[in-house]
């Protein structure tokens, strides 16, 4: 079973939204932080925003604090990140992963392209 499958990714105009979803199977999910990254063409990967378990503590890369919203249902084993006023620069392939991140549990992440 695929621990991680993220989904939500599309081309969207600057200023725009979007609503990624990354579902985790039970076993992974359990008790973790979880986290989503992201990683722009011709750059290294890097942390967008973490949730805790319960949802009580949550930090967010500081280009995106205000922006962007991580949520998790806990009852659905799913992580979400609600990306608001996108801008050019927020274009990448986004993943989740667990807090630390796991070598193998990176999937295939998910597109996301805003225009100018």
């Known amino acids: 079973q695929v621990p991680l499958v993220e989904s939500g990714g599309g081309l969207v105009q600057a200023g725009g939204s979007l609503r990624l979803s990354c579902v985790v199977s039970?076993?992974?999910?359990?008790?973790?932080?979880m986290g989503w990254f992201r990683q722009a063409p011709g750059k290294e990967r890097e942390f967008v925003a973490q949730i805790s378990w319960s949802g009580g503590s949550i930090m967010y890369k500081e280009s995106v604090e205000g922006r962007f919203t991580i949520s998790r249902d806990n009852d659905k084993n799913t992580v979400y990140l609600e990306m608001n006023s996108l801008k050019p620069e927020d274009t990448a392939v986004y993943y989740c992963?667990?807090?630390?991140?796991?070598?193998?549990?990176w999937g295939q992440g998910t597109q996301v392209i805003v225009s100018s």
């Open positions: 039970r076993r992974t999910f359990n008790w973790y932080v």
């Open positions: 992963n667990l807090i630390p991140p796991k070598g193998d549990y």
